[in-house]
T-cell receptor, first 109, second 115 residues
Framework: EDKVVQSPLSLVVHEGDTVTLNCSYEVTNFRSLLWYKQEKKAPTFLFMLTSSGIEKKSGRLSSILDKKELFSILNITATQTGDSAVYLCAVGGANNLFFGTGTRLTVIP | DTAVSQTPKYLVTQMGNDKSIKCEQNLGHDTMYWYKQDSKKFLKIMFSYNNKELIINETVPNRFSPKSPDKAHLNLHINSLELGDSAVYFC??????????????FGPGTRLTVL
């Protein structure tokens, strides 16, 4: 059965901390892995990963994929209160897109 | 300019009613989707619609039917609403269909409450 598992389920950190969010998957005919940030409304796209070992970076956020071990991590350095959100990992298969349950990150001032 | 828009934003209705949610995208994308996000925030794809090809998640009850009058619109019609249908429904679109490398753009969501 296809599945995407994210950990931890929730995380509380102080501003300035660095966090690592994990996403492991078992999806048939893997195509891509996507990270989204969901605040109060719609998920917004962060990264799309298709190849192993190539880091994607955007400001303080970065992500990398390991297709051999079937996981990805999302790093956020120097966290800010505006980073507080649910971070969703999604994995695209042949004809479907599977989401994990998300990691709820809370950044305390 | 809203890329993916949905109406209504909130929908409160009685069990047994039939309702529709509308979705429009102005991104020129070929593929549109409907997702359901339950109270535990778990996001699950319901339908994908690309160039008149409908891909259905087989766990979705047939009370749910997507209708696409054109490439920019994908509406969701729900018959005989049940309590368990209460959720936030997101519409999304992408340039490429499922199975291709793609990024999806989400609408703001419609919160459906069935009483």
């Amino acid at each position: 059965e296809d599945k995407v598992v994210q950990s931890p389920l929730s995380l509380v950190v102080h501003e300035g901390d660095t966090v690592t969010l994990n996403c492991s998957y078992e999806v048939t005919n893997f195509r891509s892995l996507l990270w989204y940030k969901q605040e109060k409304k719609a998920p917004t796209f962060l990264f799309m990963l298709t190849s192993s070992g190539i880091e994607k970076k955007s400001g303080r956020l970065s992500s990398i994929l390991d297709k051999k071990e079937l996981f990805s991590i999302l790093n956020i350095t120097a966290t800010q209160t505006g980073d507080s959100a649910v971070y969703l990992c999604a994995v695209g298969g042949a004809n479907n897109l599977f989401f994990g349950t998300g990691t709820r990150l809370t950044v305390i001032p | 300019d809203t890329a993916v828009s949905q109406t209504p934003k909130y929908l409160v209705t009685q069990m047994g009613n039939d309702k529709s949610i509308k979705c429009e995208q102005n991104l020129g994308h070929d593929t549109m989707y409907w997702y359901k996000q339950d109270s535990k925030k778990f996001l699950k794809i319901m339908f994908s619609y690309n160039n008149k090809e409908l891909i259905i998640n087989e766990t979705v009850p047939n009370r749910f039917s997507p209708k696409s009058p054109d490439k920019a619109h994908l509406n969701l019609h729900i018959n005989s609403l049940e309590l368990g249908d209460s959720a936030v429904y997101f519409c999304a679109s992408s340039r490429l269909p499922l199975g291709a490398i793609h990024e999806q753009f989400f609408g703001p969501g419609t919160r459906l409450t069935v009483l």
